[in-house]
Nanobody, 124 residues
Framework: QTQLLESGGGLVQPGGSLRLSCAAS????????IGWFRQAPGKEREGVSC????????NYTDSVKGRFTISRDSAKNTVYLQMNNLKPEDTAVYYC?????????????????WGQGTQVTVSS
């Protein structure tokens, strides 16, 4: 059975940092583009960042550029999202997703495999 499992969410004060992990079981993440998405209450799911397989090209939505960094650890079969200088508007459930397509597009419909999500709350 193939699974994606997110971890690392929590409550953090504005300006703080969190590192989210996306671990895979049953398949190798190196062969997939991995995307991070988030969904805040009452809002649509949006793409946050992605890293392609092969070239490890990355993409970020404008609101997180300079603050978030996506990376891949092949030995651990895990993709990370380092989130710095967090803001209240970053509060959401964060999901990782996988696609076999080598793309920097962050459209949810392109990603067939999804994790269950991890809650990130930024509040003082």
């Amino acid at each position: 059975q193939t699974q994606l499992l997110e971890s690392g969410g929590g409550l953090v004060q504005p300006g703080g940092s969190l590192r989210l992990s996306c671990a895979a079981s049953g398949f190798t993440l190196d062969y997939y583009t991995i995307g991070w998405f988030r969904q805040a209450p009452g809002k649509e799911r949006e793409g946050v960042s992605c890293i392609t397989h092969g070239l490890d090209s990355t993409n970020y939505t404008d609101s997180v550029k300079g603050r978030f960094t996506i990376s891949r650890d092949s030995a651990k079969n895990t993709v990370y999202l380092q989130m710095n200088n967090l803001k209240p508007e970053d509060t959401a459930v964060y999901y990782c997703a996988a696609t076999a397509i080598a793309t920097t597009r962050m459209e949810a419909r392109l990603y067939p495999k999804w994790g269950q999500g991890t809650q990130v709350t930024v509040s003082s």
